[in-house]
């Protein structure tokens, strides 16, 4: 059982930057993949930004050139950092690994929200 434990979530004015991060429980070269998605109230959730082993991302067209994926291979973490961030960023944002052994984990979200 992998366990997700996300932080850096808050409240930040427009504008301004967060950094979140994903802990693994274990070697995150024992994910096929690790992303971050964001579900805002009434909407349904979205994938921003993956990575996967080799190192390969891909982020949500409408965060590119605000938002980036990075992972600390000896931390076993993986940031998503935001910057320039609007009002819509408002969401839970939650972490997300696809394990090598097919299962999927996830964390306990975390809430950012912009204020306008």
């Known amino acids: 059982q992998v366990q997700l434990v996300e932080s850096g979530g808050g409240l930040v004015q427009a504008g301004g930057s967060l950094r979140l991060s994903c802990a693994a429980s274990e070697s995150i070269f024992s994910m096929n993949s690790m992303g971050w998605y964001r579900q805002a109230p009434g909407k349904q959730r979205e994938l921003v930004a993956t990575?996967?082993?080799?190192?390969?991302?891909y982020i949500k067209d409408s965060v590119k050139g605000r938002f980036t994926i990075s992972r600390d291979n000896a931390k076993n973490t993986v940031y998503l950092q935001m910057n320039s961030l609007k009002s819509e960023d408002t969401a839970v944002y939650s972490c997300?690994?696809?394990?090598?052994?097919?299962?999927?984990?996830w964390g306990q979200g975390t809430q950012v929200t912009v204020s306008s």
């Open positions: 990575i996967s082993s080799g190192g390969r991302t």
């Open positions: 997300a690994a696809n394990h090598v052994g097919g299962r999927e984990y």
